[in-house]
């Protein structure tokens, strides 16, 4: 097997575990903590606690889904921005590139689940300093998005491709 073929399985293997993860952690919250209704809690730390709440929108709450068919056509259009990111995926050659897209995907694929199943996304994760809450309630799928896209535009800003030789770095 080829490196690059590796790497792909990599990406796979890492998207299907975040996958897998996210639904599981999902349902700990909601069957074994018992979080069933929006705004049930559990207290873990002084600043991070489990609360339930129904995510009926995209990122950050936005483009909410109030009708039936506002809630297919996010399950649509998420599962297209899912297979574009598995597609470009599968055109990377570079393993930091492959696993910043398998998060995404993987954390994609959490929440078309969750919208396909429901209608809405499950989260819990509330991370908050006193009453102070720097951001919304998540779970595992959103913060493997977030992580993977930050790793995607860090690269892309920072990471140069380096010239193979002088005369190539002349050219350019």
């Given amino acids: 097997m080829s490196a690059l073929a590796k ?76 297979l574009v990111v598995l597609v470009w995926m599968m055109r990377e050659k570079l393993l930091g590139e492959i696993l910043a897209l398998s998060l995404v995907l993987g954390g994609a694929l959490g929440n078309i689940v969750d919208r396909y199943r429901f209608g809405y996304v499950v989260d819990y994760a509330d991370f908050h300093i006193g009453t102070f809450r720097p951001f919304l309630i998540f779970n595992v799928a959103d913060a493997a998005i977030t992580v993977g896209v930050v790793i ?8 140069r ?12």
Wanted: hydrophobic share 50%; aromatic share 14%.
């Fill in 152 to 159: 995607i535009l860090a690269r892309a800003l920072f990471m």
């Fill in 7 to 82: 790497f792909r399985l990599y990406g796979i293997l890492l998207a299907l575990a975040i996958f897998a993860a996210d639904q599981w952690m999902k349902d700990y919250v909601v069957n074994t903590l018992g979080l069933t209704r929006v705004g049930d809690h559990y207290p873990l730390l002084p600043f991070f606690d489990f609360t339930r709440t129904n995510n009926y929108g995209v990122s950050l709450g936005m483009f909410e889904a109030t009708s039936m068919e506002m809630r297919w056509i996010l399950v649509g259009v998420t599962a297209l921005i899912a």
């Fill in 161 to 172: 491709e380096k010239p193979s030789n002088e005369q190539d770095a002349a050219t350019e």
